[in-house]
């Protein structure tokens, strides 16, 4: 499994506490870049801007990047352009929250 699949992995086991899906099935992950030197940077948003959890959202993301082999580190960014909205989730969380 290369690195890019590894990290998608690890974002699936990150959970708002509101919602039981994953970040990455609700579509909370917004990029992935992988440098040369195996830094990782990801730009990620919440499902509304006063999430009282967004910090230990994003921090549980930072820690469980970090700790897959061979990431030199992690940068974490939180946004809120463009606004997240119920159509960016994967079809498997839509289902499972009865969106379909």
Same mark, same amino acid.
Request: aromatic content about 6%.
């Given at each position: 499994?290369?690195?890019? #699949?590894?990290?998608?992995?690890?974002?699936?086991?990150?959970?708002?506490?509101?919602?039981?899906?994953?970040?990455?099935?609700?579509?909370?992950?917004?990029?992935?870049?992988?440098?040369?030197?195996?830094?990782?940077?990801?730009?990620?948003?919440?499902?509304?801007?006063?999430?009282?959890?967004?910090?230990?959202?994003?921090?549980?993301?930072?820690?469980?990047?970090?700790?897959?082999?061979?990431?030199?580190?992690? #940068?974490?960014?939180?946004?809120?352009?463009?606004?997240?909205?119920?159509?960016?989730?994967?079809?498997?969380?839509?289902?499972?929250?009865?969106?379909?």
């Amino acid at each position: 499994m290369n690195l890019r #699949d590894q990290i998608e992995e690890v974002l699936k086991t990150v959970y708002d506490p509101e919602i039981p899906v994953n970040i990455w099935e609700l579509g909370l992950i917004y990029e992935v870049k992988i440098n040369d030197d195996n830094r990782v940077a990801i730009t990620m948003t919440l499902t509304a801007p006063g999430c009282p959890v967004a910090g230990d959202i994003v921090r549980e993301v930072d820690e469980k990047v970090k700790a897959i082999e061979g990431v030199s580190d992690c #940068d974490v960014t939180l946004t809120f352009d463009p606004a997240w909205n119920k159509e960016m989730m994967s079809e498997e969380a839509k289902l499972e929250l009865g969106f379909m």
